[in-house]
Nanobody, 125 residues
């Protein structure tokens, strides 16, 4: 089992940047594929970005490509999401998640085994 704790959310103006972190504890973080999801009020929890356990491959939803960067530091047991050029539509609670399987569908929240509690990101216009 792995425990996940997000941090780094906050209020930022449109065009600004934030860096989210997800600290992992428990079983070896390096064995998990990792993802970021977000959920706006009244909406489904949607995929944002994912990275495989070796950091060899990254995946993004189209709306954040070129603006967000997912990365991980397996020595520090930490996942990151660098968010630049933020827009009001990026406002949501952001969740990190860990996937213990083969990583075939890292854009699907059903594939993930462990979730953090979320961190709020609010982008003002």
């Amino acid at each position: 089992q792995v425990q996940l704790v997000e941090s780094g959310g906050g209020l930022v103006q449109a065009g600004g940047s934030l860096r989210l972190s997800c600290a992992a504890s428990g079983r070896a973080f390096r064995n998990y594929n990792m993802g970021w999801f977000r959920q706006a009020p009244g909406k489904e929890r949607d995929f944002v970005a994912a990275i495989d356990w070796r950091a060899a491959n990254t995946y993004y939803v189209d709306s954040v490509k070129g603006r967000f960067t997912i990365s991980r530091d397996n020595d520090k047991n930490t996942l990151y999401l660098q968010m630049n050029s933020l827009r009001p539509e990026d406002t949501a609670v952001y969740y990190c998640a860990a996937e213990a399987g083969m990583g075939y569908r890292l854009d699907s929240k059903k594939e993930y085994d462990y979730w953090g509690q979320g961190t709020q990101v609010t982008v003002s216009s």
